[in-house]
């Protein structure tokens, strides 16, 4: 049997530089990935999926997972049988701005390039995870990245690792076509130069707006996350999940615990960056 870990994804910033012609916009954005987030296996035999964990409810209505979109691709690229059971543990909300399908995807391709003994930075992989979705490519990297065009051009970068993060989820699923379509066709600029941390405290998330007209409790989110001190709390991706960074862990421990005591709904992850 073979495993894959589907780290989370999170935009330290995101910013959207212009709507292209081909219905995608054009971004600037800066990528890392968190310890947490779903886990993919992979075992011989014909094309199935097993969906468990506490959010295999979000997908039960769902025909054609990003998982076994993956491996029938792969079988396509590789000129191979399709196949692979494959078991999804899904622990990441659905459609929350932290790349869960993109991250299951991504461990996916992995795990069938180790079954079929492929190099994993195989070009024709990075092919298949870009035809997947915009943040696949930057999932099978699975390191801190710049990424630019709709996401698939990556530039791989020093990052944050160990730094304490914490991850809140009002439990709200926002549609990432919805709130890119909300944008109001600004270009508010590049990123500011510097290393990680320069660039993603100078930085934006330029979803932020749109995804907060159409889920308004983002706002209680960022709101809750902006108490005690933060580095930097910020929206990720299209929304709704919103992150903070600490300076150590004790300080995540006491927003977490907070946030837990007033919002005890809300989905909340203590982690750290990759
Ligand atoms: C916004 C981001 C930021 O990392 O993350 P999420 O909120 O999904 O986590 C990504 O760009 C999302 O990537 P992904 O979820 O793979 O999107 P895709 O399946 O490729 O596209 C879904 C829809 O989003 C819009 N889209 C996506 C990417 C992009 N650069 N421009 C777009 O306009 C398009 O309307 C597209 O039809
Ligand atoms: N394995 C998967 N996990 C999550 N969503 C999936 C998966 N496969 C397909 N999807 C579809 O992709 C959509 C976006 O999911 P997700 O990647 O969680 O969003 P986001 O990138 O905003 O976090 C979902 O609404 C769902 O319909």
Not at 1 to 26: F, S
Not at 46 to 62: N, R
Not at 164 to 179: F, I, K, W
Request: include cysteine.
């Amino acid at each position: 049997m073979i495993t894959e870990n589907a780290p989370a994804k999170i935009n330290l910033a995101l910013h959207v530089r212009a709507r292209r012609a081909d219905g995608y916009h054009e971004l600037e954005t800066l990528f890392a990935f968190v310890a947490d987030g779903d886990t993919v296996t992979l075992e011989p035999g014909p094309l199935s999926l097993t969906i468990t964990g506490p959010f295999a409810h979000g997908l039960s209505g769902e025909g054609d997972n990003l998982v076994t979109r993956a491996a029938r691709a792969f079988a396509d690229r590789f000129g191979v049988a399709v196949g692979g059971a494959l078991t999804l543990d899904k622990h990441l909300p659905v459609a929350s701005g932290i790349g869960g399908g993109s991250a299951d995807a991504a461990a996916a391709l992995r795990a069938l390039a180790r079954l079929h003994e492929i190099a994993i930075d195989d070009p024709r992989l990075f092919e298949i995870a870009a035809a997947l979705g915009s943040d696949v490519p930057a999932c099978l990297l699975g390191r801190t990245a710049m990424g630019q065009g709709r996401g698939e051009r990556l530039e791989a970068l020093e990052g944050l690792g160990g730094m304490a993060a914490l991850l809140v989820n009002p439990g709200v699923a926002v549609s990432t076509a919805a709130v890119f379509k909300a944008w109001d066709g600004v270009d508010r600029g590049p990123m500011p130069p510097g290393d990680v941390l320069a660039m993603a405290l100078g930085g934006r998330n330029d979803l932020e707006a749109p995804a907060r007209a159409l889920a308004p409790a983002i706002d209680a989110v960022l709101d809750a996350l902006a108490i005690g001190d933060p580095l930097l709390a910020r929206m990720s991706g299209s929304g709704a999940t919103c992150f903070a960074l600490y300076a150590d862990e004790a300080e995540r421990a006491a927003a977490a615990a907070r946030i837990r005591a007033a919002w005890p709904a809300w989905w909340c992850l203590e982690t750290r960056l990759l």
